[in-house]
């Protein structure tokens, strides 16, 4: 059976980690926690070796443990080290070599892969320092899951929340098995997600205010629950989700012939906000001012993705799902787009109230059974319910 050797750190995350070694276990693994000084001020000790099953470690200087060399045996007999939540304090150590503490000195010593789920306030995160200890690490070889966008314990907002247990477990099955063994397992799925970006000169192009945080959420659950997916992304500022394909394209052509290069699939989902519309002409150098107050630019259409997966003659996906996002009219406008498409579902989503570039969404979804409103507030919720009726579908 396999083992896990699990660091946490003295973060507020530390809560989650608890409902992680329950998950792991639950899993068929086994588990083994270190607890650093500064964790012990959120969890005991023997909560986690309540939930572990097996002794919790704490001091390198334990006389007992170290009279076998316990800090070498702990870094060697795991199959993977996972250390969540993964302080800014301990990336530094571990990027720095340093062995002040039985986490730092167990990393230093490993000789099996790491895998952090980096937990801290927003502006250490972003923080120079801790940016050039994670690049630093990503060189050496550690694996990383997160962080998470959202609301932090410190009343701030922004990157910096500790991976949910379930996305730590998923990406802890993907780096020992080379997988994840969930409901759709065997299954191909196809996702686009974020901006197109469609230049008019050199410098200066058309595009829109999607993040991809939708699409990236629903390649992360998908994966989760075992399918193999490829995310075809326009430019964002994302992370890709662990165990995910990711493919980085620009323009709507570029992501026409992305998609289709990747048929045949089971699944397609079309989350990307795509151009409509491109421009006929690319100017060759930057276009200066001139004493004009006017620009005229000629556009044509560019290649409906959606409605050319939906209607493929050959290698029309099992399951096609779409997007539409609406300011007004959101059921009726849908309904149509549902129908003309020619795909099996949509997901309707009001993005009138700053759904852009944030964590929440609201969306209802439509298909030939008619309204069914998505339960939940954020994008995560709506992934869930994706996964569950993709699964109904295609079982």
């Known amino acids: 059976m396999k083992r896990i050797l699990l660091i946490i750190g003295g973060g507020i995350g530390a809560y989650k980690s608890l409902e992680l070694i329950r998950l792991i276990k639950k899993a068929g693994l086994n588990v083994r926690v270190v607890l650093t000084k500064a964790a012990h001020e959120f969890i005991t000790?023997?909560?986690?070796?309540?939930?572990?099953?097996?002794?919790?470690?704490?001091?390198l200087f334990d006389l007992t443990d170290e009279t076998e060399m316990g800090h070498i045996m702990l870094s060697r007999q795991a199959d993977l080290v996972v250390v969540a939540p993964a302080t800014a304090d301990m990336m530094a150590k571990q990027a720095q070599g340093l062995a002040s503490d039985l986490a730092s000195t167990l990393?230093?010593?490993?000789?099996?892969?790491?895998?952090?789920?980096?937990a801290m306030n927003v502006r250490m995160w972003?923080?120079?320092a801790t940016q050039r200890n994670l690049e630093t690490l990503k060189g050496d070889g550690v694996l990383f899951t997160g962080?998470?966008?959202?609301?932090?314990?410190?009343?701030?907002?922004?990157?910096?929340?500790?991976?949910?247990?379930?996305?730590?477990?998923a990406a802890?099955?993907?780096?020992?098995?080379?997988g994840v063994d969930g409901p759709l397992a065997g299954k191909k799925v196809v996702i686009t997600a974020g901006p197109t970006f469609e230049p008019l000169d050199p410098v200066r192009g058309l595009t829109n205010r999607s993040s991809g945080r939708q699409g990236y959420a629903i390649a992360e659950k998908l994966v989760r629950d075992g399918a193999d997916v490829t995310l075809i992304s326009g430019p964002v500022a994302l992370p890709t989700p662990v165990g995910v394909t990711r493919l980085d394209v620009d323009t709507a052509q570029d992501m026409f012939d992305a998609v289709h290069a990747q048929l045949p699939c089971d699944v397609f989902v079309g989350v990307a906000a795509v151009a409509d519309w491109r421009a006929k002409d690319i100017a060759s150098e930057k276009q200066k001012k001139t004493t004009d107050n006017e620009l005229s630019i000629t556009f044509v259409k560019n290649p409906d993705i959606l409605e050319a997966v939906s209607k493929h003659l050959d290698l029309r996906p099992r399951l096609v799902i779409g997007?539409?996002?609406?300011?007004?009219?959101?059921?009726?406008?849908?309904?149509?787009?549902?129908?003309?498409?020619?795909?099996?579902?949509?997901?309707?989503n009001d993005v009138s109230t700053g759904v852009f570039g944030s964590n929440s969404n609201a969306a209802t979804l439509v298909d030939l059974d008619g309204f069914t409103p998505i339960a939940g507030q954020t994008k995560a919720d709506i992934a869930d319910f994706l996964s569950t009726y993709i699964q109904k579908r295609i079982s």
């Open 45 to 59: 000790p023997l909560t986690a070796a309540a939930l572990s099953g097996d002794k919790v470690y704490t001091d």
């Open 172 to 178: 802890i099955q993907f780096h020992i098995t080379g």
């Open 107 to 118: 990393l230093l010593a490993t000789d099996k892969r790491v895998l952090l789920a980096p």
């Open 323 to 348: 997007f539409a996002a609406e300011t007004q009219k959101l059921e009726d406008y849908a309904k149509a787009k549902l129908a003309s498409k020619g795909c099996d579902a949509i997901v309707a």
């Open 147 to 169: 962080p998470n966008e959202g609301d932090m314990a410190c009343g701030e907002f922004g990157l910096g929340r500790m991976s949910e247990p379930e996305a730590i477990l």
């Open 126 to 128: 972003h923080h120079a």
